[in-house]
């Protein structure tokens, strides 16, 4: 284990296996799938066969694991960060099924996706009821900290779709900056880790300054982590990703390594523009593919990644934590920035 204050570089093409997830993670899992299980038992039964079949794909449950790690950080105990740690992830796997409808992608966790199982209506439908049955979880005792708890979760939530609708937006612009990127990422991606962080501390008798360490810890992570997965959606192994090579190229996503190109200006940017400009052809996105490289992006956004994961970790340092739970909360940083998948 390196010292908290030394940063592993993401290693976004590593060999399959090549990072190892911590135990933390798949102990978190061994508690909190049955719960939320049982949670979406409160759906209505036609909408059992879709989500079910979208929970089946797995997923390694990072979002639920900053909760309940979080919470006993504060020294709280799991069962009062429980219902946190399940709306988290109803909100979570929410936006998934609609992302998947929204980017086209057939396919999640290598197996058919909601909307190509089941139909774009039902998989909306699914997504609209695991996003108000979070709530529910959350205020069926709305105690003082279940309470505020469920604001911070409404908030990322908002913050998730305005991150969402900025994506969106940036499909029918020539060229976005860097700033605009990183903000957008911060809200589709780094909100809801924020939250998690936060919610678990709260959940677990923080007092404010506590659980608003933890969620800049969390924020910093969210952006670290969708600066990994930027370079997957680039440069990943589809046996890994689960999708095409230059996944976010085909896509024409205008994320980080691209944004970073077009910041960069010359010839570089200039002829990435002209691809980003039409359909995608046979060869462009290896075309695409080596702009990036020629700009040097690579480099750029590991080191954007980098330098969120130091802040994450320093966030850490600025409150008193329990020192078990304050490592596994490292390892996980350091796991969900360096990883395969």
């Known amino acids: 284990m390196q010292a908290p204050g030394a940063v592993q570089g993401p290693a976004a093409v590593q060999a399959p296996g090549a990072v190892q997830a911590p135990e933390a993670l798949s102990r978190v899992s ?15 039964p036609s909408l059992h066969g879709a989500v079910h079949h979208h929970l089946a ?18 020294g709280g105990s799991e069962d009062d960060a429980m219902p946190g740690a399940v709306a988290v992830e109803l909100v979570h796997n929410y936006s998934l099924l609609h992302d998947d409808i929204i980017d086209g992608d057939r396919e999640r966790r290598h197996r058919p996706a909601v909307w190509a199982e089941f139909g774009e209506g039902v998989a909306i439908v699914a997504g609209d009821a695991l996003a108000a049955l979070a709530m529910q979880v959350l205020l069926d005792a709305p105690t003082a900290s279940r309470t505020e708890a469920t604001k911070r979760l409404a908030w990322a939530n908002q913050a998730m779709i305005s991150g969402q609708s900025a994506d ?84 024409r996503k205008k994320a980080l390594p691209v944004a970073i190109a077009f910041e960069r200006g010359g010839e570089v940017a200039d002829e990435l523009a002209a691809v980003f400009s039409r ?62 998948r």
């Not at 969210?222 to 890994?240: C, K, R, S």
């Open 279 to 340: 359909p995608p052809e046979a060869g462009e996105v290896d075309r695409a593919t080596r702009l990036l490289e020629r700009a040097g992006v690579h480099d750029a956004v590991t080191a954007i990644a980098d330098e969120h994961l130091r802040a994450a970790l320093a966030a850490l340092d600025r409150v008193d934590l329990e020192d078990e739970p304050k490592e596994e909360l490292v390892e996980v940083a350091r796991y969900v920035t360096a990883r395969d």
């Open 30 to 44: 061994s508690v909190v799938v049955p719960a939320l299980l049982a949670a979406v038992e409160r759906l209505d």
């Open 57 to 74: 794909g797995g997923g390694k449950h990072v979002r639920a694991a900053l909760v309940l790690i979080s919470a006993a950080s504060v």
């Open 168 to 251: 969106m937006d940036f499909e029918a612009r020539p060229r976005v900056t860097v700033e605009e990127c990183l903000a957008m990422e911060r809200g589709k991606t780094g909100a809801l880790l924020s939250a998690a962080s936060a919610i678990g501390a709260v959940l677990g008798g923080a007092d404010r300054q506590t659980a608003d360490a933890l969620g800049e810890y969390g924020e910093h992570l969210g952006i670290a982590f969708q600066a990994v997965d930027d370079l997957l959606g680039v440069w990943g192994d589809p046996a890994v990703t689960g999708k095409p090579v230059g996944a976010d190229l085909l896509a």
